[in-house]
């Protein structure tokens, strides 16, 4: 089937304009590509839109992930609290540092991390033992360890329920990592996403909020810990080192001058970006309310702004969603299935011996969830086909 007068419409789009060109271009006008002031000015226009007192800017969202795990001393076979529905680098930069991922499930509403499942997971790991071992994959985790920290994720621009994650954290002494990777702009209970836990890390893909073609950047208020992070994103080398001596062992984590200059710019327009977000997201939600076969994302009442992410509907148990997805991709509609549960990943399950059934409200939302076409730049008329596209195959 082909449609010839159907809009054109793109899983995602960056929202670029001549501003982002122009501060590209200049940069790569100076001989100064990295390590220069633009890394310097992104990581300020941070600092003044979180409120955080340290800002370190790095070449995705991953590598922040993975220098936050570093900083809280996750080392060889220590346990780390996180949730399988995510994408997943928030569980690979535990398993760099050969860290135990102890997946607790999610809310079904949210998809965040279930707060008192997590309570109960940090307690039982506390006591050791039978208790433990019913949180720990069927294999992979012989090794002794300590449970180190917690690292939630706020899926799909939605912060976790910190007031009640950051508890259980600070008692069992454990460093709590915000996976912020898709929450830039979010505020939960009118605090910043981001700034939720000990250390917070933001993602730069061209399909999130902003984008720097590649980047991430950390946020934190912990002086001591920003002062290794920012060691070990360029090559271990503390305040001091000269260019060939390296205190720790590091890696080249550093974003560029490029990156950081579209980033600037970017930063100078989030709030425009993010207003778009939200205009298009109103519009899925005025076209799909009620529409049988399908759920529309759901907010939290702590979430006092949403930045939207992804759009995700949920189908109804019994639609056929990979068929509804290939009847809607031949008439110009790209959708995807989002999140596939991390524990089920190939790797995951030789590496850990996890079975379907392990995480079942993850697994339930892995099978019904379905990202639409979006971005800040869809018009009304994309909107309206896309729903008119599900209206009709549903
Ligand atoms: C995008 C994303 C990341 C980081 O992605 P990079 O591609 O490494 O920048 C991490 N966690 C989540 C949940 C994400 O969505």
């Known amino acids: 089937m082909t449609h010839n007068n159907s809009p054109k419409i793109t899983m995602s789009a960056p929202d670029l304009t001549d501003a982002e060109r122009q501060a590209v271009w200049e940069v ?12 310097q000015a992104f990581e300020e226009s941070f600092r003044r839109y979180t409120g955080c007192q340290h800002a370190i800017g790095v070449n995705s969202g991953t590598s922040g992930l993975h220098l936050c795990v570093r900083a809280a001393g996750v080392g060889m076979g220590d346990r780390v609290i996180t949730s399988p529905f995510s994408f997943v680098s928030s569980t690979n930069v535990l398993l760099f540092e050969n860290a135990v991922p102890v997946f607790v499930d999610v809310d079904e509403r949210t998809g965040n991390l279930d707060p008192v499942l997590t309570a109960q ?15 720990l994959p069927r294999r992979g985790a012989e090794q002794s360890g300590a449970l180190k920290a917690l690292l939630a994720v706020d899926v799909f621009g939605q912060p976790a329920d910190y007031d009640l994650l950051s508890p259980i954290a600070r008692q069992h002494n454990l460093k709590l990592i915000e996976d912020s990777c898709e929450a830039l702009g979010a505020q939960y209970k009118n605090r910043m996403a981001g700034m939720l836990g000990d250390y917070g890390v933001f993602a730069f893909y061209p399909n999130k909020q902003i984008t720097t073609g590649e980047g991430g950047m950390i946020v934190t208020n912990d002086s001591a810990a920003a002062e290794l992070m ?9 305040p001091g080192d000269t260019w060939l001596s390296h205190t720790y062992l590091g890696y080249n984590y550093r974003m560029d001058e490029m990156s950081a200059a579209l980033g600037t710019a970017q930063m100078a327009r989030i709030e425009e970006l993010l207003v778009s977000r939200q205009r298009v997201a109103d519009l899925y939600n005025q076209h799909l309310a009620g529409l049988p076969g399908i759920e529309i994302p759901y907010l939290a009442p702590e ?4 930045s939207w992410f992804v759009y995700v509907i949920r189908v109804a148990r019994g639609v056929d ?9 031949q008439r110009g509609i790209p959708v995807r299935p989002y999140f596939l549960p991390i524990h089920l990943q190939p790797y995951m399950v030789e590496r850990f011996g ?4 392990d995480f079942p409200i993850t697994e339930d939302l892995g099978r019904r969830g379905l990202a639409l ?3 800040g730049k869809m018009d009304e008329e994309q909107v309206a086909y896309v729903c008119q596209g599900l209206r009709e195959l549903l």
């Open 321 to 329: 969603r990979e068929a509804l997805a290939a009847r809607l991709a």
């Open 373 to 375: 076409p979006f971005s």
């Open 303 to 306: 979430t006092t702004r949403v």
């Open 354 to 357: 996890y079975r379907e059934g």
């Open 230 to 238: 920012t060691a070990l994103r360029n090559q271990g080398r503390a």
């Open 121 to 135: 997971a940090a307690a039982d790991l506390a006591e050791g033992g039978a208790a433990a071992q019913r949180w």
């Open 28 to 39: 790569i006008n100076t001989p100064m590509l990295s390590i220069g002031p633009r890394i």
